[in-house]
């Protein structure tokens, strides 16, 4: 079986470094799945959760601010922020998500803080969601 | 000539400070060895960035971005990266020396530049001499992580992209070696030389456009270049602490040396008068 080096790494060091199956991941034009042999491609993601397949198993990574680069033979994720499941603290992300959606009832649409706060609620529905995978 | 109490109070005050200092110094050795880290592991980031950023703008000469464009400069930014406390050396006085001779060498007017000072001693120098101030922040952790230095960064992209400033220079002590820091500055906007010189450049597929990439990848580029400027900036300022820390606990150990030898001879010299004292009166006796 052919596997695929990958490498998540963010401006805090790196996150992961492993030999995998398959990727998938959400880029902003759409869901991306890389096995081996893939042409090389640089794609930006959304907020998201990176899937790495592995014979049975599936790792799970949330990714804010990043985008992946693929080689036939290795994947690199840059993100500006990314996180094991393990590494999520998960009442923290609950606040944060309390807090995002006051912001964005207290808030009309044209404010800044209102995109904001919307990408904040995002980021920490990405990691609830990761962490309780 | 000092009494021996004056001398003794000036030997304890010293060997206080000694104390203080020298702890110092040992907490800024670790914290420099934990900065050096920080700037380490954020080489494999900045260098696969740089790659992606280079192997787009070198491999397509008809990629276009402002980002990536010189324009006519009518105002320029000044990002400056100091300490929040003092006790560094010459830390600070040197990186804002570099700044200040740079802003009066290229600017006759204030209305041409703005400062972005990180840190309290840059914003207070900022104030003193009446720089104009675009944003500033303080009291950054020592082990900065990237999301506490992200709004700064893209605030300053952001001015870039809005063309109120047209080109940003970042100042920073350069972590060189730990008895050796040095003032730099560098260009950050536009992004005019980007080096990637020796690597193998690989020719990418684009999802789903060039154009929409750079929009991610230039700005992302750019704030990561200030957060690598700040890693860097952090190693040095614990390095330039320690230093100046190791030189005061060697001055207060040799002034607490000569104290010593001041205080002994003074006690020397208060025996030999009791005893002359004693043996005078003795002798008037006699």
Redesign the interface.
Known sequence: MKTLDV?V??????VLDGTYEMVSCR???GE?GILPGH??????LTISAVRLKKENNTDFIAVS?G?V?V?PDKV?I?A??AEQPSDIDVDRAQQAKERAQQRIDSRREDDIDFKRAQLALQRAINRIDVANH | MASLRDIKNRINSTSSTKKITSAMELVSASKMTKAEQNAKSFVPYMEKIQEVVASIASGNTDVDHPMLQSRPIKKTGYIVITSDRGLAGPYNSNILRSMYQAIQNRHQSKDDYVVIPLGKVGTDFCKRMDLPIAKSIVGLDDQPEFAEIKEIASYAVNLFEEEEVDELYLHYNHYVSAISQKATETKVLPLTDINAEGKQLSTYEYEPDQEEILNTILPQYAESLVYGALLDGKASEHASRMTAMRSATDNAEELIDELTLSYNRARQAAITQEISEIVGGASALE
């Open positions: 490498s790494v963010t401006p805090d060091g790196p880029a902003e034009s991306l042409i090389p491609l640089v794609a930006p601010g985008f680069e080689r690199t840059l500006q922020a």
